[in-house]
T-cell receptor, first 111, second 118 residues
Framework: KQEVTQIPAALSVPEGENLVLNCSFT??????LQWFRQDPGKGLTSLLL?????REQTSGRLNASLDKSSGRSTLYIAASQPGDSATYLC??????????FGQGTRLTINP | GAVVSQHPSRVICKSGTSVKIECRSL??????MFWYRQFPKQSLMLMAT?????????EQGVEKDKFLINHASLTLSTLTVTSAHPEDSSFYIC??????????????FGAGSRLTVL
């Protein structure tokens, strides 16, 4: 059974800092990993999808890396802004259709 | 493109009543829809997977007679919480998988529905 863990559970940093969010998974036989953003009381927005053949994926100030062998992924946010405040979730597939989510990291960027 | 609309966004009901939540794919055909439940400060837990025209597949521990899922068309799935109780209060999120306008596979989430049972 796939289990996904995210560390830290919460993070608060001043605006402008670069930061790293961590995600680990127990079963390395995955074909992709996805990072999502969730604003309070809202649904999920997909940020980045990394295929198992890739080591990283970039979108603007976001960079996600994937190390399947060690069961880890990181989400790097450069030059953080208050608008980046949200909960960030990583998820990996289990089987053909199911996604298993981590508990999320609640990020607060202080102006 | 690939928009999923979930309605209602918030609902308050009395204990013992039933509540229906709708999930619609607006600009693509959703062959598969997923229903998740999220408690405060916790992650999403998959409740069930539904494929259009067939019965939903429920995750272990989810009561299928309590959480009725219907996926009668390629653009609509509904979740009905029957005889709701306060412990059913939660945030329910749907997602839909299908082919977008470009032909690429898409997986999109709805904005969620906050259910409060008094």
């Amino acid at each position: 059974k796939q289990e996904v863990t995210q560390i830290p559970a919460a993070l608060s940093v001043p605006e402008g800092e670069n930061l790293v969010l961590n995600c680990s998974f127990t079963d390395s036989a995955i074909y992709n990993l996805q990072w999502f953003r969730q604003d309070p009381g809202k649904g999920l927005t997909s940020l980045l999808l990394i295929q198992s053949s890739q080591r990283e994926q970039t979108s603007g100030r976001l960079n996600a890396s994937l190390d399947k062998s060690s069961g880890r992924s990181t989400l790097y946010i450069a030059a953080s802004q208050p608008g980046d405040s949200a909960t960030y979730l990583c998820a990996v597939p289990q089987g053909a259709q199911k996604l298993v989510f981590g508990q999320g990291t609640r990020l607060t960027i202080n102006p | 493109g690939a928009v999923v609309s979930q309605h209602p966004s918030r609902v308050i009901c009395k204990s013992g009543t039933s509540v229906k939540i709708e999930c619609r794919s607006l600009d693509f055909q959703a062959t598969t829809m997923f229903w998740y439940r999220q408690f405060p400060k916790q992650s999403l837990m998959l409740m069930a997977t539904s494929n259009e025209g067939s019965k939903a597949t429920y995750e272990q521990g989810v009561e299928k007679d309590k959480f009725l899922i219907n996926h009668a068309s390629l653009t609509l799935s509904t979740l009905t919480v029957t005889s709701a109780h306060p412990e059913d209060s939660s945030f329910y999120i749907c997602s839909a998988r299908g082919q977008g306008i470009s032909g690429a596979n898409v997986l999109t989430f709805g904005a969620g529905s906050r259910l409060t049972v008094l």
